[in-house]
């Protein structure tokens, strides 16, 4: 197999035949005729394969379905931009792309835009410069936005009795109308999508994407290109909804979602009614089953990447999808901290950063980050769990957010095992927080375990490790309960760009993020549980038998006796941390030692 470098090698001997095969396509061919008709062809189109020669009328009728490609006209020394407007090219909706019979002139669809252009001084441009989508004052275009660039596009409406308004004749069309009673803008979905799908891979903000559709229509003079930035961000906003509706099974009936209902969430956790039968509960099950089938188990962190600056107008914002997705409801929230005790608990650990300075905040924000729950097995945002944070990572924000993660989808399930960085302080009272609280609960008969993740416990005190290391707690197998660590990467991403978002729009951009996060660890779970399935495997035969070589070595009665006091501690841990003290090490000093210091004295 060949290196890189040597591929590069081989292109520098190539490059030369490249560069000039890349000038030949430059130019046209001798004979200089049309694909289709054989004529004089002066049209060139570039979004075509191979960028064929067209005549006008065969320029006209190829692309009456690709009315958004590029072309360049023939002036007899250079290929020159132009539109396909300019060939007669229409665009007739409805009636299966054919003119409406009941309208009888273009004049009929000639209105006052509601969605007007900016000013652009073309005396600032040198003289004779020619944008493609500047179009003849006789036919008013309305103005494309897609992937291809921006395109200035002669539409013909329905004018039929029954024909819907223009807004929805053009959404029929696949085409994003940037306004509701007279659109003069409108993007594809196509380039929705790729906004979209960019903006969660690449974090690429509206206003730099839309500077390279800018670019791609006019790369000499991409500010004569209309500015349609607001448009863009208004539209994606509306495009998230209609996405998360559809793929949620609310596009085609009339309920409305609840809290969570727009988000994904793992499936390989358990979720009575999805994988696991709501019939059968805790305790109707053999006394044999595994008890990590029934126990969710949960990690807790917060992010301080993910700021956000105090809006400009908040009595003015709109929400689309407030709570229905991974953010929590902004109004119940907001009710909770309002009577919620800021308690400054100090510390009786070593000096953590999370509690000791959660009063950390700073006066031009909003949110100082973000907080909430993860499942700690695959790494999944829990749905309507996700908070807001004014002054740090406080006790009353990481409560609302656990009490949410508690009680989605947990009917049945007796059994909840958290990680979280300072859960030896967090946890001490915990109860008492949310019995005090109308807006915190916990579902009823549910034990919840804490752990600490397995890189944070070595910076407590020793005895937190016996006490909350995942090593310690049944049920919980091979997990560190740090991977909520590595989910916030990707939501990093996007922070800086969502800081000055109004904070709906914000929201919605986290969620978005949050879903697609959890959508890609659902179709890659296979391969990832098969991989862990054999490692678990290979791993527990290794240490059953080094157990029972150990096990080998140990009188039977000590084993009972360590049985007894095992038992002892994990029946009594919940009430009492210290009772997993016994899984401290015990180091006696030998009788040869203490004959030796007896002798030195």
Not at 23 to 33: F, G, H, I, N, S
Not at 375 to 391: E, I, L
Request: proline letters at 5%; a negative charge; glycine letters at 6%.
């Amino acid at each position: 197999m060949q290196s890189q470098n040597e591929y590069l090698r081989q292109w520098k001997r190539k490059f030369k035949d490249y560069i000039n095969l890349l000038m030949v396509r430059e130019t046209p061919p001798l004979d200089r005729l049309c694909e289709v008709c054989k004529k004089d062809g002066v049209y060139k189109c570039h979004r075509c394969f191979n960028e064929p020669l067209f005549c006008t009328e065969c320029c006209r009728t190829q692309h009456q379905r690709h009315p958004f490609h590029r072309i360049s006209q023939w002036t007899g020394s250079f290929f020159q931009e132009t539109s396909l407007m300019k060939v007669g090219l229409h665009i007739h909706l409805a009636h299966d792309g054919t003119p409406c019979p009941s309208s009888t002139e273009y004049s009929s669809d000639l209105f006052e835009w509601s969605d007007t252009d900016e000013h652009i001084d073309h005396n600032d441009y040198p003289e004779g410069t020619s944008i493609p989508l500047v179009a003849d004052s006789d036919h008013p275009a309305t103005t494309i936005v897609d992937k291809s660039g921006v395109h200035s596009v002669s539409i013909w409406y329905c004018h039929c009795p029954r024909a819907l308004n223009t807004d929805m004749q053009l959404f029929q069309a696949g085409l994003f109308p940037a306004s509701f009673t007279r659109p003069k803008t409108a993007f594809t979905f196509s380039v929705l999508d790729d906004f979209l799908l960019d903006n969660l891979e690449c974090g690429t903000s509206a206003m730099n994407y839309y500077s390279k559709i800018r670019r791609l229509t006019s790369s000499i003079f991409p500010l004569m290109v209309p500015d349609r930035y607001r448009e863009l961000m208004r539209t994606a906003r509306q495009w998230r909804q209609c996405k998360l509706y559809k793929w949620h099974g609310f596009a085609h009936k009339n309920d409305e979602p609840k809290t969570g209902d727009l988000a994904l969430f793992c499936p390989a956790c358990p979720q009575p009614g999805i994988n696991l039968d709501r019939s059968t509960g805790m305790a109707t099950q053999p006394d044999d089953t595994p008890s990590w089938l029934f126990t969710r188990t949960l990690v807790m962190d917060g992010n301080f990447k993910a700021e956000h600056l105090h809006p400009v107008n908040p009595s003015d914002e709109v929400s689309l999808i407030d709570g229905l997705a991974f953010m929590v409801g902004d109004e119940r929230y907001k009710s909770h901290l309002a009577v919620a005790q800021d308690c400054v608990q100090k510390s009786d650990c070593n000096n953590h950063h999370a509690v000791n300075q959660a009063n950390a905040s700073r006066q031009k924000l909003e949110a100082t980050g973000i907080g909430g729950c993860a499942c700690a097995r695959h790494g999944c945002f829990v749905p309507h769990s996700m908070v807001d944070f004014q002054k740090g990572e406080r006790q009353m924000n990481m409560d609302y957010a656990l009490s949410q993660a508690l009680n989605y989808n947990t009917d049945g399930i007796s059994r909840a095992i958290t990680f979280y960085d300072i859960n030896c302080q967090y946890n001490k009272f915990l109860k008492d927080r949310i019995a005090s609280s109308m807006y915190l609960s916990i579902p009823i008969g549910m034990d919840i375990i804490p752990g600490i993740g397995l890189w944070h416990v070595h910076g407590h005190q020793d005895s937190c490790y016996v006490r909350y290391a995942s090593n310690f707690i049944h049920g919980t197998g091979r997990i560190d309960g740090e991977i909520m660590e590595t989910l916030w990467a990707s939501l990093n991403i996007i922070s800086p760009s969502a800081r000055g978002m109004g904070t709906p729009h914000r929201k919605e951009v986290l969620d978005y993020q949050m879903n697609d996060s959890n959508f890609m660890k659902m179709i890659r779970i296979t391969k990832f549980l098969c991989r862990k399935f054999k490692e678990a495997v290979q791993g527990a035969a290794e240490s059953t038998l080094s157990f029972q070589n150990l096990n080998e070595t140990v009188q039977p009665a000590m084993v009972i006796l360590w049985e007894a006091e095992e038992a002892v501690a994990q029946a009594n841990r919940l009430e009492d941390p210290t009772a997993m003290d016994i899984y401290e090490v015990r180091l006696e000093k030998g009788k040869c030692q203490i004959l030796l210091l007896l002798i030195r004295s």
